[in-house]
DNA sequence: CTTGCAGCTCACATTGATGTCAGGTTTTAG
DNA sequence: CTAAAACCTGACATCAATGTGAGCTGCAAG
């Protein structure tokens, strides 16, 4: 497919995607032309990608797990499955700060709505 | 106190100290030949500010929040409120995500850890 | 008083992912 | 064949938080 409809099946922009392969995140055929060909499996990979910027890695870091998932006979695996277990890590230690982020708020939402309701009743 | 000192107590940079206040985030007083002057309190309203930040969000929605922490009396707190139960919601979905992230990188782990191991048996 | 550290303002640089525009080419539909 | 829609490259713009440097001033200790 080309790249118009990857960007429509996966909701990501052309030009996102052209900068994913800019970066070695994604790989296409060129086609006649110069035309960007992708396969169906790049759905998938897009989406992976994606999911993996939304936990806060940059494309840097996202290109370092790639061998773990698309090439794992790679002897590059053993680096590439250590700095995903960092990875987890990272992201694990990232989820119990925002837990603890989220208690705050909650906190402060609980005691906002007594302190209002405290006001309303006084006035 | 002044700035370095806030600075060295929140292990944040006098540079986004002076970035908070200009986005309204902080308040000082100014001492004699302008020095800016902060309270103990305001050690405690850096590090809320830097949770913030760590949850995603941006220095004008904190800004926004700000009445319902610290001026909660304010007419304006209703909205502050609500806003703060959307980003406290907002929070909670991408939590949810990167639960989800996490779960998609030990499934990875796992599986790259099997497939190195069966590579090892095999050679 | 002098010296030096800390603070001040202003302004420009950086980073990373993405938007956007320009000018040209390919592909597809009619 | 032709027009429109999609694609190409390349370059510049954007946003937000922060870094950095210049040039100047405040303040505290010797």
Redesign the pocket.
Known sequence: ???????ARTG?????????E??GLLV?T????????FTHDDIERVDFI?RL?VAG??????LELMPCRYAPSDENSDAALDRMAQERDRLSAHIKELLHTRDSLDDLITAARADRDDRRTAA
Do not use: F
């Not at 497919?1 to 960007?7: S, T």
């Not at 060129?30 to 060909?37: D, I, P, T, V």
């Not at 890695?57 to 996202?62: A, G």
């Open positions: 497919m080309r790249i118009g409809e990857l960007a990501v922009s052309v030009r996102s995607l052209r900068y994913y800019e970066q296409s060129r086609s006649g032309g110069g035309q960007r060909h994606q910027y890695l940059s494309s840097r870091t996202i």
